[in-house]
């Protein structure tokens, strides 16, 4: 788990905050999709060594919404890019780390992802993503 593959960063309106990577920090979209397993619509932003990920909640369930309600805009969590993700999960369940999700789900990318709760993560939100 040594490489970190994106930065999710909560925004309320995509298509408003997306001049502001492209026109003034001079950034590349790389894509934009709907992850319905979340209920996000994401953006990537190529930032050379790493993925900007911007976040717009589809519908009130997401937790991006609720994320955006009590915290307002601004960094969501940090995605580590791994390798065998189910037996990550697995080594970090048994060192007591406290995971959001049993399984693996389909992300943005189609990538597999699962999430570190923060409260055992020192309050940082991690996210497991593992590429095809
Ligand atoms: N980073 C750090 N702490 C966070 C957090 C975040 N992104 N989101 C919530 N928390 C903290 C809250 O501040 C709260 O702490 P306190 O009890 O000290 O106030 C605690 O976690 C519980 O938060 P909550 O607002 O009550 O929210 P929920 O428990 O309903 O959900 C979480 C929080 C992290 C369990 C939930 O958002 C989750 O399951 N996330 C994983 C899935 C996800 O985030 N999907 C969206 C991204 C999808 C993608 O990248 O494609």
Same mark, same amino acid.
Request: hydrophobic residues 40%; contains cysteine; aromatic residues 6%.
């Given at each position: 788990m040594k490489k970190v593959d994106h930065i999710g960063i909560a925004v309320r309106d995509l298509n408003a905050v997306l001049p502001y990577y492209t026109d003034? @920090? &001079? @950034?590349? @979209?790389?894509?934009? *999709? *709907?992850?319905?397993?979340?209920?996000?619509?994401?953006a990537f932003i190529d930032a050379g060594n790493v993925k900007l990920e911007l976040l717009e909640p589809m519908d009130e369930?997401?937790?991006? +919404?609720? +994320?955006? *309600?009590?915290? &307002?805009e601004g960094i969501h969590h940090i995605a580590f890019g791994v390798v065998n993700i189910e037996q990550r999960m697995e080594e970090l369940r048994d060192k007591g780390v406290q995971l959001l999700n049993e399984q693996p789900k389909p992300g943005a990318g189609g990538a597999m992802v699962a999430f570190l709760h923060p409260k055992s993560s020192n309050g940082v939100l991690y996210e497991l993503c593992e590429k095809e």
């Amino acid at each position: 788990m040594k490489k970190v593959d994106h930065i999710g960063i909560a925004v309320r309106d995509l298509n408003a905050v997306l001049p502001y990577y492209t026109d003034t @920090l &001079g @950034l590349s @979209l790389m894509k934009i *999709e *709907e992850v319905e397993s979340q209920k996000v619509r994401v953006a990537f932003i190529d930032a050379g060594n790493v993925k900007l990920e911007l976040l717009e909640p589809m519908d009130e369930q997401s937790a991006i +919404f609720k +994320f955006l *309600e009590k915290k &307002g805009e601004g960094i969501h969590h940090i995605a580590f890019g791994v390798v065998n993700i189910e037996q990550r999960m697995e080594e970090l369940r048994d060192k007591g780390v406290q995971l959001l999700n049993e399984q693996p789900k389909p992300g943005a990318g189609g990538a597999m992802v699962a999430f570190l709760h923060p409260k055992s993560s020192n309050g940082v939100l991690y996210e497991l993503c593992e590429k095809e």
